[in-house]
Structure formats: C-alpha cells, structure tokens
C-alpha cells in the first residue's frame, strides 16, 4: 500500500523520508488546508530529498474557484514544477455552485501532461460524487484525495468504499485524520493509497512577539506543525 505525506516543509520531507513513506505531497500552510509552496522549499525538496514528490497547486485558500488571475499563476506553477523535474501535481478547480469546473480541471492536466494528477480534496465539496468521479476518468485524472465528504477518512468509508467500487482507472486515496489508530482500516479496505500529514506542533525555543501574526483559529506563532517522524512511522509499520 502505498503512503503519501503531506509535507510543509523541509523538515516535514525529511521525516517522511526517515520514515520510510513511498511519497509526499509537497505544499505550505497545512493550518488552511495547503497552498502551492515556495520555488525555494520546492527546488530544496527536489534537490536534496530522493522520494517521489507531488506538489499542490493551489493559489490561495479558501475555495476552489478562481479568477482568471488565479488560474494564470495555476498554470505557471505547473510549468515550474515541470522545469524542476515534480512527478505529480496536485489540484482541481470547481464552478461557483461547487460543481466540476471539467474545462478549467482539463487545462490543467493537459498543462501537466507526462506528470501524475491528483484531484484533491476540493472533491468533497461537489454535490454528486459518483457522477463527478466518472467525469474525472474521462480526462486522464490518475488519482482522487478524498475523505468521502466527511470530516475525515474513518467517517467518510463509506462513500469511498463505493467510489473504490466504481473506478476503472483512478485510484482512491483516503486522506484526512488518516493515523496509526485507523490506518488498518484503509488497507483491509483494498484501497491502494492513504494520505497524511502526520504531523505535530513542535515549540519554538526563542522569543517570539507579543503581537499574534496568526488568525485566532490558526496555529500560534510560537509552534510550527511539522510532520512527526514517530507518528508517521506508527502508521507505516501497520500498513506495510
């Protein structure tokens, strides 16, 4: 079964790497759900750490429609990752009403012809699952990051097992509060992937200021959420 790790930094591929995952999802921001990363941490990433790396492509957060703008950087981000030899992007665009935006989500593919594409989890957001699933297979997505809708995978089994049941070429991938206590379940279910972050707040030893740069709902600024060499490896250990 394979393992992907959402990681957010240096530090996070570094300890999906120790850990023995089979492939990241390079991006920033974990605390809004991801955003495309830097070119610095992506050229590092490449440079120095020898796993397979897929990379969000996500201009901000928030949802997934997007100007014209928006969509632009998008399809510049793609080409980046391109030039610097990324495996796979991450990504998806949807209409106002959360629909599949097919025609925009196809731009985007063609743009990264010759590298997987992942539809992330903007499908959770779409009213009909199984009807958009098939639209994905018809233009050449390979795989799907979802929790079936729910607030995590666990929750969420159901529905992908009947989107597990229904793919002929993309390949489902549980993601969202995947961890050691319920990692067997993904496997036992015959999905081929999972996705995690694994991640845990690692305090800051230095002085920090008085002023918060971060939203209340966000994490505090004297803690960075890294991924956690142990945690991921709990998981690894009973998948593998």
């Known amino acids: 079964m394979l393992v992907e790790v959402c990681a957010n930094s240096m530090e996070s591929a570094q300890a999906a790497l120790n850990a023995g995952a089979d492939r990241i999802e390079l991006c920033a921001e974990l605390s809004v759900g991801g955003v495309t990363p830097s070119y610095g941490l992506l050229k590092k990433v490449m440079d120095t750490v020898p796993i397979t790396t897929h990379v969000l492509v996500r201009p901000r957060s928030g949802h997934f429609t997007y100007t ?23 990504s998806g665009v949807l209409l106002p009403d959360a629909r599949l935006d097919l025609a925009r989500t ?54 992908l097992k009947r989107l597990q049941a229904q793919v002929q070429h993309i390949k489902i991938m549980p993601g969202a509060g995947v961890k050691a206590a319920n990692a067997k379940l993904f496997k ?34 004297d803690s960075i959420l890294y991924s956690n060499e142990k945690l991921l490896r709990q998981v690894l250990d009973l998948v593998k």
């Not at 014209?68 to 992007?89: T, W």
């Not at 959770?124 to 009807?131: G, L, S, Y």
């Not at 999972?194 to 002023?211: A, C, E």
């Open 68 to 90: 014209d703008a928006e969509f632009e950087s998008m399809l510049n981000d793609i080409d980046l990752c391109r030039e610097l030899g990324v495996h796979g992007v991450v």
């Open 106 to 159: 196809q731009q985007l593919i063609d743009r990264a012809k010759g590298m997987a594409f992942t539809f992330h989890r903007a499908f959770d957001w779409v009213p009909d699952p199984e009807a958009t699933l098939k639209k994905l297979e018809t233009i050449g997505v390979d795989w799907v990051l979802t929790s079936g809708q729910a607030h995590s995978a666990e929750e969420g089994l159901g529905l």
């Open 188 to 221: 036992e279910a015959g999905f081929a992937a999972m996705h995690l972050s694994g991640s845990s707040l690692v305090p800051f030893q230095g002085q920090v200021g008085n002023i918060p740069m971060s939203a209340s709902s966000n994490p505090k600024d």
